[in-house]
Each structure stands twice: as structure tokens, then as C-alpha cells.
């Protein structure tokens, strides 16, 4: 059974801390869990992959997937980072210019011959690894219009390696079109970033019924992983009642985890680290090490 937070368990995570008349709570007045460090695995795979979707863009998909990535691979899991937007934000985010690259993940969908292992680059994390985008994945779109099974190519390329990897993250593109629904049709869960303000709220139902036709007609194991919100700015009642809005329809798909709104997360991008390396010890690192830890609390990710 998971034991409430403590106070100790709580920098970087919005909310109230423990106290003599009461236990620590999340943002909407929950208790919050004490989620600890996950041991370390003996062994890795077979990779749970989990696409980060919101067709709104600005809402925190590549920090977030760049930034959970590294706080996983600190917790011992090795971790593959799939970059499927062709900003190529995500590789640039890891130290990767989408510029240099011979192979791409462009490739990897649109060519039997090139192997993942063609394709994918370390970094400078450990156990953190990218398989880097460009803008020639903007092509791949219309090309797929007219391939056999064309929802399900990027599970096919990404089978090879799952046996390699504990987690595998896709960074979506922010639509919901072919590319997108490749990344919902090769994961096990989804997890939703959604920035605290009306506007980004009102795409997220939008979003889960997208991913039930993907579950009900392409792949029914899909779960969502969460809602994580994003941006958030305890001294502002808007962030407050946005978070209240998503509770009250979303009800404990809401994670406890809360990712504040912080000008490190900028500064991390510019200099293509994680914000894990960058600033270590800031709350936005705390955070996503948190967050890290929910997702193996709940079972998302082992």
C-alpha cells in the first residue's frame, strides 16, 4: 500500500505539505503518495512505449519527454527517446542537430532496409538514448497515404528494440493526424501534458476520443497514462481552477505530479540538456523526478 507524502518527498510538487492536522495533499486537495525511488532492475525490456500526445503545440510534450527520459535513465532504466515531430526539437533537446544527421527516423518508418540500430544515437545522459528527426519526416505524412497498414509502421520499427529498452517515449507531433495515430497505434499508454490554461483544455477531450477510436479499431491494449499538467503557476487562481476542471472531468487519470512554470526549463533546452543535468537541484528537476517515480508507483512504466 503507498504511504502518504511526507514533507521531505515534496520539493517541486505544487501543493500543501504535511502537517500536525493533516497529511500532504496535491494541487486539487488529494493525498498525495509517497512514491520512492524504484530499485534498480537486474535486467532490462521488453520496453513499455509511451507516445506524449496533445495536438495543442506549446503544452510541454518535448520538455516533458526529454526531462522524464533522463529522470527514468537516473532511476537505472535505459531509455529510448523516439523523436516523431519533425521540428526535431526533441534530438535538438539531447545534443542532436537534426541538420547533421544521415539517417533519421524518417528512415527508420519509410525504409526496410534501415534497421533501428542504424538509426538510433546515444547522448549525453546514460542509459538515455535518441532516435533523432528532421524535417524530412514532414514527408513521411502524405507518403504513408497510400502504404499497407499504414497506422502501424512505427510499431513495426520500433519492435527490434524493445527488448533493448525499459521505456521507450515518443514525442508527437502537435495534430492528430497520420503520424500521431502511428504513435498512439504502437504504444501501451499515453501520457497527456496539458498546460494550466483554458485554452489547452478545451483540446483534451478532443484528444481522448482519438485515442478510443485508435483503441477500439487499431490497438485495444492503449491505456492513458495520465494527465500531467503543465505551467503551472500556484499564484494564479486560473492555473488553480484549469487543474480543478481536469480533475472534476478526468477524475484520477490527473496526476499528482504538477510541473511549475519556471524559466530553467528554457535555459536547459538552450543549452540541450535535461533539466535533470542542467540544474540538478532546481524544483523543475525535482519535479520530473517525481514524476518518474508516480509512473513506476502506478505500474505505467516498470
Request: some cysteine.
Amino acid at each position: 500500500m503507498t504511504q502518504p507524502a511526507t514533507a521531505d518527498t515534496l520539493p517541486g510538487i505544487p501543493g500543501r505539505e504535511a502537517t500536525a492536522d493533516g497529511p500532504a495533499t496535491d494541487v486539487v486537495g488529494r493525498t498525495l503518495p509517497h512514491y520512492p525511488v524504484p530499485p534498480a532492475r537486474s535486467s532490462h525490456g521488453p520496453a513499455r512505449i509511451v507516445a506524449m500526445c496533445n495536438q495543442k503545440g506549446g503544452v510541454g510534450k518535448t520538455t516533458t519527454t526529454i526531462n522524464l527520459g533522463a529522470a527514468l535513465a537516473e532511476y537505472g532504466r535505459r531509455v529510448l527517446l523516439v523523436d516523431f515531430d519533425p521540428q526535431g526539437a526533441a534530438s535538438v533537446g539531447v545534443g542532436v542537430s537534426p541538420h547533421e544527421l544521415d539517417l533519421s527516423v524518417y528512415n527508420l518508418v519509410m525504409d526496410r532496409g534501415v534497421d533501428i540500430g542504424d538509426v538510433v544515437r546515444t547522448t549525453a545522459i546514460e542509459g538515455l538514448d535518441v532516435v533523432p528527426a528532421n524535417i524530412d519526416l514532414s514527408a513521411a505524412e502524405v507518403q504513408l497515404v497510400g502504404e499497407v497498414a499504414r497506422e502501424s509502421v512505427l510499431s513495426r520499427a520500433l519492435r527490434p528494440a524493445l527488448d533493448d529498452y525499459d521505456v521507450i517515449l515518443v514525442d508527437c507531433q502537435p495534430s492528430l493526424g497520420l503520424l500521431t495515430v502511428n504513435a498512439l497505434t504502437a504504444a501501451h499508454g499515453v501520457l497527456i501534458p496539458l498546460e494550466c490554461e483554458f485554452f489547452a483544455l478545451r483540446g483534451v477531450a478532443l484528444l481522448v476520443e482519438t485515442i478510443d477510436k485508435v483503441r477500439d479499431r487499431l490497438n485495444p491494449d492503449l491505456e492513458v497514462d495520465g494527465i500531467l499538467p503543465t505551467m503551472y503557476d500556484s499564484r494564479t487562481l486560473h492555473s488553480r481552477e484549469v487543474v480543478a476542471r481536469v480533475h472534476e472531468a478526468f477524475g484520477d487519470r490527473l496526476l499528482h505530479t504538477v510541473i511549475g512554470r519556471t524559466v530553467k526549463f528554457p535555459d536547459a533546452s538552450v543549452a540541450a540538456e535535461p533539466i535533470t543535468a542542467y540544474a540538478p537541484t532546481h524544483a523543475g528537476a525535482a519535479a520530473y523526478r517525481h514524476l518518474a517515480r508516480e509512473l513506476v508507483g502506478r505500474g505505467s512504466i516498470a
